[in-house]
């Protein structure tokens, strides 16, 4: 079935998603990034009835018009996906028959200079999802050193974290985003030119940072786990290894498949909550049409996994931090 997708975002893995979604006439399904509403489109256009989140407000705003278009069917949510079974509860609604996840910023997001999210454009050093709160600039300008050295580190796996921290520190204050990829480009000794651009790692993880990324993403996976009923559907699109191995992580164990012992280790008891999801399928990854069509689609993994009957596993508290 052909959808009609918004011009300004081209939707990685669609067609993949929503084969794993496998959607009946008249299922409940979640799209938890709504975004430019691609995932959602293709879910209406597949007989679903859809509750879409965003925690964007100028993604719910745009959306208004496609949600007056499906009256009834589709339903904006303005809030982290990490609340859906708090806030679909207060819409009636305890079990779903998928949950789409599509990780990290849109392409909107990025495209748009005055967002802050990406140095392609000079603009504010922004980067808030919700835009409130704590921005990329105050980040930058106020974190000791040492914070923003374990940020880059932690986030983004950049090994030349302290010295580009030392850089930035030395270059305060730092107001906007082509401010800030200048600096981290003489950091390293950025050649113009080169393959990849060293300020993707800064950018991804400052943005990570401040949006508490992958604690969303944690908490987004249980709370599927809490709404999907018996045989429901889950289908997680990432785009970095940080996000994968979270997801990948979450399916082996509630599937049951965590590694067993081996001739240097005892075998390991499966004495805790029965297996949650069937066993996940196999990672799927854009094909070379797409790879030509949509360059970002080069970095993404779909997982998918359908939901057993057994109970969600207990929640995890963490500290925050």
């Given at each position: 079935m052909t959808v009609t997708t918004d011009p300004r975002h081209e939707p990685v893995?669609?067609?993949?998603?929503?084969?794993?979604?496998?959607?009946a006439p008249d299922e409940i399904h979640v799209d938890a990034t709504f975004g430019a509403g691609s995932y959602s489109r293709a879910m209406l256009a597949n007989g679903a009835v859809v509750y879409a989140f965003d925690r964007d407000p100028d993604a719910i705003a745009e959306g208004a018009a496609l949600a007056e278009e499906n009256?009834?069917?589709?339903?904006?949510?303005?809030?982290?996906?990490?609340?859906?079974?708090?806030?679909?509860?207060?819409?009636?609604?305890?079990?779903?028959?998928?949950?789409?996840?599509?990780?990290?910023?849109?392409?909107?997001?990025?495209?748009?200079?005055e967002r802050g999210f990406s140095f392609q454009a000079d603009g504010p050093l922004d980067m808030r999802m919700e835009q409130v709160g704590e921005s990329a600039a105050d980040f930058i300008n106020t974190a000791d050193e040492g914070m923003i050295a374990d940020t880059l580190y932690a986030y983004a796996e950049e090994h030349r974290s302290r010295r580009i921290a030392r850089a930035i520190v030395a270059a305060r204050p730092i107001e906007t985003t082509g401010q800030l990829a200048a600096v981290v480009r003489k950091a390293v000794g950025h050649h113009p030119g080169a393959p990849k651009d060293p300020a993707t790692r800064t950018f991804q993880a400052i943005r990570i940072h401040l949006n508490r990324e992958l604690d969303e993403l944690r908490d987004g996976l249980a709370a599927a786990e809490a709404v999907l009923a018996p045989g429901g559907r889950l289908a997680v699109v990432?785009?970095?290894?940080?996000?994968?191995?979270?997801?990948?992580?979450?399916?082996?164990?509630r599937s049951g498949q965590t590694p067993g012992g081996s001739r240097h280790?005892?075998?390991?008891?499966?004495?805790?909550?029965?297996?949650?999801?069937?066993?996940?399928?196999?990672?799927?990854?854009?094909?070379?049409?797409?790879?030509?069509?949509?360059?970002?689609?080069?970095?993404?993994?779909l997982r998918s996994a359908r939901r057993s009957a057994a109970p969600p596993w207990p929640l995890q508290r963490r500290v925050p931090a």
């Open positions: 893995l669609i067609d993949e998603v929503i084969a794993a979604l496998d959607i009256e009834g069917r589709l339903h904006l949510i303005a809030r982290r996906f990490s609340e859906m079974r708090e806030a679909l509860a207060e819409q009636g609604v305890d079990r779903v028959d998928g949950v789409a996840m599509d990780i990290g910023v849109s392409s909107m997001q990025l495209d748009r200079a990432t785009f970095h290894s940080l996000e994968d191995r979270i997801v990948k992580q979450f399916l082996r164990e280790l005892p075998e390991a008891v499966q004495d805790g909550p029965a297996p949650s999801f069937d066993k996940p399928a196999k990672p799927t990854r854009a094909g070379q049409a797409e790879l030509d069509r949509n360059p970002r689609s080069r970095s993404a993994t």
